[in-house]
């Protein structure tokens, strides 16, 4: 900018007359710069307002919610059915949405024989999943117990959990593939 007037006071100097058509030349250009510099700050202040607006809440996911995690399993409930009517197990826990972490604790009641392998999948009622996370359920468990880890959900996982498409499955040595299956709900806390 400096520049622009230490040329136009020496066009005033040397030429006189070519003084005033090169002022407004310049006072043009400079009105030019100053709408386009405007503009580029009003589409710029746009852009960041509308992406500042896209938030897990406006796709029906508050970020700054807990949620409270429940299921309840059964023989009947697992695919392929299992041959124990009388097992059961329950799913109890809390979900972060801002973390993305569920803590939670499964219990069981009457299984054929100690569990040998658990875990969470993906997948509607009936359906058979994917696997979210295989559990290390470790040694000296019985046909009665309980369990308790936690596990971080990427966006689509998460996104299975709010529809209720998230469940939990515990085999043993009888029902290797799993003898109890219970879908998990999340509710607001």
Known sequence: ?????????????KQPHKFNKRKSFIIKEVFNQIKKSTFFAAVLLSTVFLFSN????????????????????SGSQARPSSSNSNGSGNFTGT?????KVMNYTTTWTNLTGAPINGGLYTGATGQIGTSVSLWTLGSGLSTSGSFSTTTTLNADQEAQLMA?????????????SGEIRGQISASVQ
């Open 95 to 99: 979900y972060n949405a801002a973390t």
């Open 164 to 176: 209720g498409k998230l469940y939990y499955v515990l085999g043993t040595a009888a029902n290797a």
């Open 1 to 13: 900018m400096a520049r622009v007037f230490s040329r136009l006071l020496i066009c005033k100097k």
């Open 54 to 73: 896209c938030t897990k809440d406006s796709a029906g996911i508050s970020a700054s919610l807990n949620y409270s995690l429940s299921g309840s399993a």
